[in-house]
């Protein structure tokens, strides 16, 4: 009888032997460093290589006015002419409109200007697109971090640059571009 119960209490016991085992792990209590956990040196194990801060990456300039004399540092070729009509499709043309004409539905409720006109294209600097780029403007909003740190951060400093080399460089004459011309550019940009 006595081992009889030894047979029937064993199989009961079975489950607690093998939980309590070292491989009984789980995922929380895994042999891991976890975030902003000190190394057995008590020192924080370096950031990866190319990581980007949670904060974005801070912008160099304090204001569009201080962005005004700024060089594009990126030359307008094609590849970089492409990157910035790609990113313009997706962060500008909804206040700009797709031909940068000011002819989106929002524009005049928001006073967002025609990128094509002479003040644009003439007068401003590429610097000071940039820095409205960066900075904002009385509706606009920044889409990079500034010194200060308000911001999107949306696009880097180099996405910037290509966004003001399209606008300078080749939204003029697409926009002047016959509709069927038009829509092969927007096709060419999306693939």
């Known amino acids: 009888m006595k081992a009889l119960r030894l047979f029937l209490v064993l199989p009961l016991l079975a489950p607690v032997l093998v939980y309590a085992w070292p491989w009984s792990q789980d995922m929380m209590n895994q042999p891991s460093v976890k975030p902003q956990e000190p190394s057995n040196s008590g020192q924080l194990a370096p950031f990866p290589r190319r990581s980007v801060p949670v904060q974005g990456i ?8 201080e962005a005004k004399d700024l060089t594009n540092p990126f030359p307008p070729d094609e590849t970089s002419i492409k990157k910035g009509r790609v990113l313009f ?5 909804a206040c700009h409109g797709q031909t940068g004409k000011a002819d989106s539905p929002v524009t005049d409720k928001i006073g967002a200007i025609d990128l094509t006109s002479d003040y644009a294209q003439k007068d401003l600097t590429e610097g000071w697109v940039y820095g409205t780029i960066t900075h904002g403007g009385a509706v606009m909003p920044p889409y990079g971090v500034p010194a200060g740190g308000v911001g999107s951060n949306d696009l880097s400093p180099e996405e910037r640059w290509h966004v003001v080399n399209y606008v300078r460089h080749a939204l003029t004459k697409e926009a002047a571009a016959p509709a069927p011309q038009q829509a092969a550019a927007l096709q060419a940009a999306t693939q």
Do not use: P
């Open 89 to 93: 499709r997706i962060v500008c043309a």
């Open 58 to 65: 801070a912008t160099q300039t304090a204001s569009r006015e």
